[in-house]
């Protein structure tokens, strides 16, 4: 079905005109001869096309009522008194678009083409908007546990503030996805949300990420360019690994924390910002403060509000219900016949440990999808990633016979460095420890080079 475009005008000729133009494209029409006919056929259109000047409530009126009712529906205004003051005043009052008269059938195609291709950008941004919100609702966030039931309360009550949020837990178990949930629940929803991963960000480039530079502050410095912080201006910042920031970069994240001012690289202007920041760490920021590798006064700044997240081996009241979404979701997404899962593969799914937490879940059961050929989800076809122990380690689990805890820890560490071929970022990631956590071990042992 074609769009339908509502004509206002007192013409005759002109409305007949108009009328059968635009069905000839295909389009649906109404008309109206007066504004307040027409007001009465609003609800129905998807393009409202109307005379500045009628008998009774004149075009302009007509437009600033349709605006009050906050309706979404484009109207382009059509005037044979077209002075640029008349089209000014309309384009304030929302019209979408004006046209002179006379024009050119061709040119009213044109604008009424034009302005329902916004329109349907809009509707398609305000769509994305609702279901962006809806994936962040923490009552989609999936968890049935005392404790996730919890954190979704500590949401609520936190979301609608400005108050600076630390979200701790291990890797994998969603502090990503509750940041955003508080974003998208707070008056600050509608602005920016930008994700900054610490870990990922060199040493040497990360005051310029953050704050951004101004041009000359370095060498390929050709133009200025804003920062993180500047592109999130009236939203929200979400520092993810907090842990792994340098010192000279806590300096300037507890200035923007306490006095909302920062200045760009290479430059001494002072600029303002309106920024809530939200943090996470998968470390132990209390043992890097004993350290010495965080502030303590960085710390207590973005201790405001701290919501713990547990380890889904702590939750596992979660599995059934979480297993269950990612059958749904990836069901759809692969084309799998899979439709429940069995008893036993849920029995298998709960003794499991899940290290790497909902994240690992949500692989395994993906990885189980593809390879299952029938509808229901067994449990021989649920893949684990199954960590053998190693031969030395003694049969109740604890130390390997002969070995302290400090050789012990010093083994694992080499052998993270072995199988990431001495990368310290990707060995730090292996060990579950920030960075800076591994230097400082590597320090210790003499093999911080």
């Not at 499991?352 to 690992?360: A, L, Q, S």
Request: glycine fraction near 6%.
């Amino acid at each position: 079905m074609g769009h339908r475009v509502l004509i206002v005008e007192d013409e005759d000729k002109l409305r007949r005109v108009l009328e059968l133009q635009l069905q000839s494209a295909g389009f649906e029409v109404e008309k109206a001869s007066s504004a307040e006919e027409a007001f009465r056929k609003v609800d129905r259109a998807d393009l409202i096309l109307t005379d500045l000047r009628l008998p009774g409530m004149n075009g302009l009126e007509l437009l600033e009522s349709i605006r009050r009712q906050n309706s979404h529906v484009p109207v382009i205004v059509m005037t044979a008194f077209g002075t640029i003051e008349a089209a000014v005043e309309a384009m304030k009052a929302g019209a979408a678009d004006f046209l002179l008269k006379p024009f050119s059938l061709d040119h009213l195609m044109t604008v009424v083409s034009k302005a329902l291709e916004v329109r349907a950008l809009r509707d398609e941004n305000r769509k994305l908007r609702e279901e962006l919100g809806v994936r962040y609702d923490w009552t989609n966030i999936i968890g049935r546990s005392p404790a996730m039931q919890e954190i979704f309360g500590t949401i609520s009550r936190v979301a609608p503030t400005r108050a600076t949020v630390l979200l701790c837990g291990e890797s994998g178990v969603g502090k990503d996805l509750i940041a955003r949930a508080i974003h998208y629940h707070s008056p600050r929803r509608d602005r920016p949300f930008v994700k900054i991963n610490c870990t990922a960000i060199p040493e040497n480039l990360m005051e310029s990420e953050l704050f951004g530079y101004e041009k000359g502050a370095f060498t390929g410095a050709t133009s200025s360019k804003p920062g993180k912080f500047e592109q999130a201006d009236g939203g929200t910042v979400f520092l993810d690994e907090i842990g792994d920031v340098p010192p000279s970069i806590q300096v300037k994240l507890l200035r923007i924390l306490q006095e909302r001012e920062f200045e760009r690289l290479g430059s001494n202007k002072t600029r303002q910002i309106d920024v809530r920041v939200l943090a996470a760490t998968n470390a132990d920021l209390r043992a890097a403060l004993e350290e010495g590798r965080f502030r303590e006064d960085l710390y207590y700044r973005l201790n405001v509000m701290p919501i713990n997240i547990p380890p889904l081996r702590e939750r596992k009241e979660d599995i059934p219900f979480l297993a269950e979404h990612f059958v749904r979701k990836f069901s759809k997404e692969l084309g799998s016949p899979v439709t429940c899962i069995s008893s036993g593969a849920m029995q298998k799914l709960l003794e499991y440990h899940w290290p790497g937490n909902v994240r690992e879940l949500e692989n395994v059961i993906e990885r189980s999808l593809v390879l299952c050929s029938g509808q229901t989800l067994e449990a021989a076809d649920i893949r684990l990633d199954m960590v053998p122990r190693t031969r030395a380690a003694s049969a109740d689990n604890f130390l390997p016979d002969g070995v302290t805890l400090e050789e012990h820890e010093q083994n694992i560490i080499r052998e993270a460095l072995r199988r990431t071929n001495g990368n310290k970022s990707q060995a730090a990631r292996l060990l579950g420890l920030t960075r800076n956590a591994l230097r400082y071990r590597l320090s210790q042992m003499g093999l911080d080079t």
